[in-house]
């Protein structure tokens, strides 16, 4: 299937932790993300396929990059812009998830660029879980709403 390039979808996990609301990011592979810790931490996202309702481009997204199917009850969060202009459609999902059993799907690319030689890189360096304060500082700025909105909502509903 062809896919819509300039919109993703994608889901941010969460569960209670002993310091209160805690979310699972995405340390993204490849060669562009390595030595980037701050302002990189991202919510597992990706690309819609033509035809693919948006919740279940979020769910394969999940599975393809964590190795994990979800299975609980997704919420929307809504749609935000990234930097480079690609729309993301975010929902929230309450869950669990061990950061060390992650398997994440690999992809090629051309590295360094020019170059002829084709590397493999796994889509997912590294997922860890956060308090939301935490996330919000080293996450990418562009995706912070949507871990603003999760944080909103949880405080809505009493949490």
């Given amino acids: 299937m062809a896919t819509q ?24 592979g490849g060669p562009y993300w390595r030595r980037k810790t701050s302002g990189s931490w ?14 279940e481009a979020a769910l394969r997204e999940f599975e393809e990059e964590l190795g994990t199917r979800l299975t609980g009850t997704c919420v929307p ?5 990234q930097a480079g ?26 590295w360094p660029p020019r170059s002829g030689r084709i590397a493999t890189y ?4 590294e997922a860890r879980w956060f308090t939301i304060p935490d996330a919000l500082e080293c996450m990418l700025p562009s995706q912070r709403p949507l871990v603003e909105r999760l944080a909103e909502m949880l405080d809505g509903a009493g949490h």
């Fill in 5 to 28: 390039t300039r919109l993703s979808a994608g889901i941010l996990l969460y569960r209670y932790g002993r310091d209160g609301a805690e979310v699972l990011l995405i340390q993204p």
């Fill in 42 to 55: 991202q919510v597992p996202k990706g690309g819609v396929e033509a035809g693919e309702e948006l919740l």
């Fill in 77 to 81: 969060l809504g749609r935000i812009r």
């Fill in 85 to 110: 202009g690609k729309q993301v459609e975010g929902f929230a999902c309450q869950g669990d998830l061990d950061p060390a059993k992650v398997v994440s799907a690999v992809f090629e690319m051309e």
């Fill in 122 to 125: 796994p889509e997912v360096d």
